[in-house]
């Protein structure tokens, strides 16, 4: 008899059980994978963006509406709370100039290891390689079953994650248990994801890194979504943060193949200034190719592509440029369309969008208010932020506050 068995570990479910254990309560750590935190190891390119540098209003808004429900979880586990937790575990971090919060390090292993010294601290029984394969409410609190035994629990926190990366093995085992329990699931879908897309010039321009690219994605004309920030083209189509920060509107759109990613390719230059630009170019840089002149400001396989998209040849000299052409040239920069087709999907998603719905779990303690006793917390709830590090922010935290409820 257990007095709380958390079942997945990963980022919420370790914050959950080191808690849950650090109180004094008798806490086993399920796990199907033979080894703790696979996806906090996968994470940030293997570096782990710990949090966001940013106090809790801003973890908060940066969710949207949806962010309200995290306002307790943030007040037992905040931003500062968290870099203390592993900073005092030995692990040095770090603000980048974008904000996101990583070790020293730069390794993930790093901040998984800091979870499990305190785990084996805590007290804490981890059970690795055990998955579970039936879960049922019984007169004094749950039957816990797995291959090897069952058990029996007074509570359950479920922290079992998405869907997104289901390597990782998140592959949304959490929301068949939530609904046999009572809950609604929001259906999942990708969330912070590459997109592809149908015109096959963006190919020819893989490996181009843009480090500041304003990105809309429209449908007939309309902003779905707009973002500033670094861009990659790749074989498949677009990527890199800006891209994933817009990409839960195209996974959530029923028709992705109508909507178009709008590029501005140079954000911080106003169209009447290029088009200045482009006009004294044209008289001081005459005998120069254009697409020589247009890679002072761009790379240059993204000029000759910019040309061709204008109806420009790409050996045109920058002499004699008419207005209508100079017209061309700064719409395509300022506006470039790029038709989708949908998303790389979950195997290649960093997070989930859906899951169990936010007004069936009371924010205040992360309990289940369709069955006593049961607790939920990180991604297998449907609440998703953008990228750098806000929705580990939401784990550690509501895994922390479901942990201190137990």
């Known amino acids: 008899m257990w007095d709380v068995i958390v079942i997945g570990a990963g980022a919420a479910g370790l914050m959950a059980a080191l808690r849950a254990a650090e109180r004094g309560r008798r806490t086993l750590l399920l796990e199907k994978n033979r080894k703790p935190g696979v996806k906090i190891l996968m994470s940030g390119g293997t570096r782990c963006n710990i949090t966001h540098a940013t106090d809790n209003r801003g973890i908060v808004e940066a969710y949207g509406p949806p962010g309200r429900f995290l306002h307790s979880a943030l007040a037992a586990l905040s931003v500062d ?72 629990a007074a509570r359950i926190i479920l922290t079992t994650g998405g869907q997104s990366y289901p390597g990782s093995g998140t592959t949304g085992d959490g929301y068949r248990i939530a609904a046999q329990f009572g809950h609604t699931i929001v259906p999942p879908r990708p969330a912070l994801v590459p997109l592809t897309v149908a015109v096959p010039w963006v190919a020819e321009l893989r490996g181009i890194t843009l480090p500041d690219v304003g990105v809309r994605i429209l449908d007939a004309g309309n902003a779905l979504a707009t973002r500033r920030g670094s861009l990659v083209f790749a074989h498949f189509g677009l990527s890199g943060p800006v891209i994933l920060d817009v990409s839960r509107v195209v996974s959530g759109h029923p028709t992705p193949q109508q909507l178009t990613a709008e590029l501005d390719l140079l954000p911080a230059s106003r169209t009447e200034e290029l088009s200045e630009w482009l ?128």
């Not at 004294?280 to 005459?286: G, K, M, N, R, V």
């Not at 061309?328 to 998603?349: D, E, W």
């Not at 992360?366 to 609440?383: H, I, P, T």
């Open 81 to 152: 709370d968290t870099v203390a937790l592993f900073e005092a575990e030995g692990v040095a971090t770090k603000i980048e100039e974008t904000g996101k919060i990583f070790p020293v390090s730069n390794k993930a292993v790093d901040v998984l290891d800091a979870l499990l010294r305190r785990l084996e601290r805590s007290g804490a029984t981890p059970a690795l390689g055990e998955p579970l394969t039936d879960l049922q409410r019984t007169e004094d609190g749950f039957s816990v079953t797995t291959p090897q035994r069952t058990m029996t």
């Open 279 to 406: 006009r004294s170019e044209s008289i001081t840089s005459a005998k120069k190719q254009l697409s020589g002149v247009l890679a002072t400001r761009l790379p240059r396989r993204l000029c000759d592509t910019v040309l061709s998209l204008t109806g420009l040849p790409i050996d045109r000299l920058a002499v004699g440029l008419r207005k209508e052409e100079r017209t061309k040239l700064v719409q395509q920069m300022k506006q470039l369309q790029v038709p989708l087709t949908g998303t790389l999907g979950f195997k290649k998603a960093e997070v989930t969008a859906g899951g169990v719905a936010l007004d069936e779990v009371d924010s205040r303690t992360m309990q289940s208010k369709k069955m006593a006793n049961l607790f939920l917390a990180g991604e297998m709830l449907d609440l998703d932020g953008p990228i750098g590090g806000y929705n580990f922010q939401a784990a550690w935290s509501t895994g922390w506050l479901a942990g201190s409820s137990v």
